[in-house]
């Protein structure tokens, strides 16, 4: 009994890391073709190979204080799940930054009064420096 | 079972990067199914290999040359194989080196004002910005996790 207990638990644990992230992966996607946003995807691969070693996503907007703040809650709303925490804040600007593990996940904000830049970065593998 | 479409669409927003990690985990277990259309037969080794985890014991490897125990099949091989080379050479603009450097980027695109681009000779440099960009922050949430330990 105590044994399937923990087998429960566990799998609870895994279905929660997977569902980490997903309200500011959400909100990246429905923002993709915002007007007051720029929206860039920059992939990395092995040169060799060709396999993904990062994907990036970078999301700017100005003047949208209600986006800012949407993101804002949904950092915050995940911030139990993260492996690794950093928030600065000041009079008129918060910076967080959010890591997973298992994969590699990083998630950073900076809100500064009516601008807003978003940062998601899943990393697939260590990038080799055989070169 | 998700419809046909469904799948289709999860598919081109997983080669386009825009995938959660709870739709790209519904395509590893869709692929991990037998019971594929016949135009999806060749996704089905790549997502095995994502859903695994991408290893690297598992990178394609070159097939192995068989013996050729002709000599006259030898020199033909031989001949092929120059010719193509003195081929590539001719046909290939001396620009080789850069497309390496672009092909590394290939999935990369910008947004902006609604307008959509991927050609990577207009948005080289604001990939490499993010990507330096990102390089530092994954050094930063690297102490994060150093200092958590």
Redesign the interface.
Known sequence: MKRLLIIVAMVAIAAIE??A??RI??LL?RE??G?T???????????E????I?????LRSTGNRALSKEFLEAFDAERESA????ENRNSNARQI?A?W?N?KR?Y?IIATGSTLAV?A?T???EERDDK | MKHRADIKALINKFLDGRTTLAEERELYDYFASDDLPREWHDLKAMFAWYGDGMPEDRLPKPAPQPRRSHRAKWWIATGSIAAAIALMVWLVPERSADVDIVDIYEGSYVIEGGVYCDNLDDIEDDIETLLMRADEMERHADSLLALAD
Do not use: F, H
Request: with cysteine; hydrophobic share 25%.
């Open positions: 997977c569902q992230q997903e992966d959400e996607n993709l073709n007007g946003t720029v929206y860039r995807m920059a992939v990395k691969r092995d040169a190979s060709g396999e993904i990062k994907r990036v996503r970078e492996d690794g925490w950093e930054t890591v593990t994969p990083i950073t940062y970065q990393i697939y593998r």
